[in-house]
């Protein structure tokens, strides 16, 4: 009976210490309950951290030294060159004429795809002569922002450049207002648009949208990412959706406010917190690099790492965890599955690990003084996968680093307000580099193109092949890469049939001068 009561005993004891253990397991260890969702990184990945996997090359990258000249060169600003920006501010396609109605537009994606949506939509309410509604940002899947057009960009200075293009309306009138997001979700209607083609030509539009446009008045295009061809357009079109990612799309004041103060605190770190105004003076006698910046967008989040089926060296339990969070996500339809992790390297099809960027940064000359500026929302392996580029370069920030948590407050939690601060802060740096393609690194490649900025394509193909080598000695590394991107710095591309225009804006964009 005694020996019955206290088993009894030692039973509700234990059911009570796993309870409790379920209660603070949350609190403490979140990553081993979350779900499995786009941005929560595994328990594998966060408690199971690689080494680095190159260590000789590490070594050899912690003992650089690089003469004058190189660095000299390496922060001087690009030459001029034959291209130059000529989208005019005056009117390029003419005066709006009668509207045909009403064009309303669904963007989802992130911050630049949808930004690359937005000009597009312009070109097509052009095509139509419509009037454009401003675009409706869906909510984001991965991030779940739900930010809209107005809290990002100044809708005023958007309506204002284009007017003499199109006419664009805050929102429908009355006798619209019934022209929902919630309306289309529920049942097929007559005025939703959802067979745009990817990459439709201007005939399309005025087969398919035209006749729905003057039976209803409206027409709503959705999904709509992608659904106008860089090709066979007349130029003045072409001309049309750069002046709207160029000049019409401005962020909203306190984005561009906490984005130049970012800037002036990673060029003047000594008054980091100073809301005094700081002057910009050069001084002959500083080191060279001082007060200048490289933005690093480093996209390594959960997505990217399992979508490329690359091995990121953390081991079995995180090639599991990976294969498993591509077959919930993509129910196991990714090419790269096919394909081994060496086959993938020496394609360029691996994302640079936050390791290896730090390597190729360090072999084009940058030094552990570089003020380095981290633009990415979450580094999937936390803090622990960056810690070989921190070595590298300690003098990295990001947002956090530089701004007080009262100063981000109006961003916070918002990915595509924190994102747009990411782009204010990479359009201004001094270079500009991104660890693997992407739309921000398509974004930022064209944007600086157009704004003659020195942006740094990394060679994915040559490094994946030097960092499979692990026999090779930083000297040769160094030399190898150093020269493969001597020509990768920003030097104009002419865009190429079936190019995207906001990644290659000449000549559609530029003209020689």
């Known amino acids: 009976m005694i020996n019955s009561f206290c088993c009894q005993c030692h039973s509700q004891r234990g059911a009570a ?35 680095p996997r190159h260590l000789s090359l590490l070594k050899g990258a912690l003992q650089r ?25 005056s009117s390029i396609t003419g005066n709006p004429v009668k509207s045909t109605g009403y064009i309303q537009v669904f963007l989802d994606g992130g911050l630049n795809q949808q930004r690359m949506g937005i000009c597009d939509a312009v070109a097509v309410a052009k095509i139509l002569n419509a009037t454009l509604v401003i675009p409706h ?61 990817v990459h439709a030509s201007a005939s399309w539009y005025l087969e398919n949208v035209l006749p729905i446009l003057q039976s209803y008045g409206i027409a709503a295009i959705a999904p709509f990412s992608h659904r106008l061809a860089f090709d066979n357009l007349p130029g003045e079109l072409q001309r049309l959706r750069c002046k709207v990612n160029f000049r019409a799309l401005a962020f909203v004041p306190h984005i561009n406010a906490l984005g130049e103060m970012l800037v002036k605190r990673l060029r003047y770190p000594g008054r980091a917190h100073s ?53 919930v996500i993509w129910q196991g339809r990714v090419m790269n599955s096919q394909f081994t992790d060496e086959e993938l390297r020496n394609q360029g099809r691996c994302p640079l690990t936050p390791e290896e960027i730090g390597l ?30 921190r070595k590298l370069f300690p003098l990295m920030e990001n947002k956090k680093s530089l701004a007080s948590s009262d100063e981000l407050v109006k961003v916070e939690g918002k990915a595509s307000l924190l994102a747009a601060v990411d782009y204010y802060v990479s359009i201004k740096s001094d270079v500009f580099i991104s660890a693997s393609p992407g739309n921000m690194h398509n974004a930022m490649v064209g944007h600086r193109t157009y704004e003659n900025l020195k942006t740094i394509r990394p060679n994915m193909a040559l490094l994946g092949q030097l960092f499979l080598n692990k026999s090779l000695e930083w000297s040769e590394f160094q030399q190898q890469v150093y020269a493969d991107h001597r020509g990768r710095q920003g030097q104009i591309r002419v865009r190429k049939p079936k190019q995207s225009i906001y990644t290659y804006p000449a000549p559609d964009c530029m003209c020689l001068g």
């Open 275 to 327: 809301d005094e105004y700081i002057e910009e003076v050069v001084d002959e006698n500083v080191s060279q690099g001082s007060g200048k910046y490289v933005t690093l967008h480093l996209r390594f989040d959960k997505d990217m790492a399992a979508h490329s089926a690359c091995d990121f060296g953390g081991g079995k339990a995180e090639r599991l965890a990976l294969a498993k969070y591509r077959q």
């Open 137 to 197: 940002l869906e909510v984001n899947p991965v991030w779940q922002d739900s930010s809209s057009f107005e809290e990002i960009y100044d809708v005023d200075h958007f309506i204002n450049v284009l007017k003499d293009e199109i006419s664009v309306i805050r929102e429908l009138p009355s006798e619209y207002s019934w022209s929902t997001r919630d309306y289309y979700a529920v049942a097929i209607r007559a005025t939703r648009i959802k067979t745009a083609p």
């Open 17 to 51: 210490y796993a309870a409790l253990l379920v209660m603070i397991l949350p609190v403490m260890w979140p990553a081993l309950v979350s779900p499995l969702g786009h941005a929560s990184p595994s328990a594998f990945s966060e408690w199971n951290a690689p080494k």
């Open 360 to 389: 190729l940064l360090a072999a084009l000359g940058f030094d552990s003084q570089t003020r380095l500026y981290l633009a990415s929302h979450k580094v999937y392996g936390g803090e622990a996968r960056i810690s070989s580029l």
């Open 65 to 89: 030294e690089f003469a004058n000249e190189q660095k000299s060169e390496l922060w001087a600003p690009l030459a001029p060159q034959r291209w130059k920006p000529c989208v005019p501010s």
